[in-house]
């Protein structure tokens, strides 16, 4: 995949007014095999100062949608249809990094395991994400890239 075509598909993950740019997701690395992101602990807290675990959802399928949209290329959608996750450990400050890689990587699904860690390398969540891969509409933009139909 060309370059551009990928930085425009992670810029638009955590474009201004998605909720991975709200929550201070910040893409490092990103491939159709293995993506890796960041998010602060800090703003992402339920009431007892925890890292909430939907947080840890999110982040999930920020990185797992992501895997699945550069694997399907620029000329198709993913939608996440199934995502599990298992909380093993709480967070209570600086950040966590979550890494998906891909299990499967077909033609109409995508399935990523995603592992999210604590500054000091501890899991914190183990997660599963499921992308169906469907033709871009006609005009819209696919995957993060401006249509060409």
């Given amino acids: 995949m060309e370059r551009e075509i990928l930085e425009a598909m992670m810029a638009a993950t955590v474009a201004p007014g998605t909720l991975a740019a709200t929550m201070g997701i910040t893409i490092v690395s990103a491939s159709g095999t ?9 703003g992402n807290i339920q009431p007892f100062g925890l890292l909430h675990g939907g947080a840890s959802c999110v982040l999930a399928e920020t990185v797992g949608s992501l895997g699945a949209a550069v694997h399907a290329g620029p000329d ?10 298992t909380h093993h450990r709480a967070a209570r400050d600086g950040e966590v990094t979550a890494v998906a890689t891909q299990a499967h990587g077909g033609r109409t699904l995508a399935t990523y395991d995603i592992v999210i860690s604590d500054a000091d ?29």
């Fill in 34 to 42: 293995q993506v890796m992101a960041t998010m602060p602990v800090a």
């Fill in 76 to 85: 198709a959608m993913v939608v996440g249809i199934e995502i599990n996750a």
């Fill in 121 to 149: 390398g501890h899991l914190v969540c183990t997660s599963r994400l499921t992308c169906l891969i469907r033709d871009q509409v006609p005009g819209h933009a696919g995957n993060g890239v401006a249509g060409s139909g």
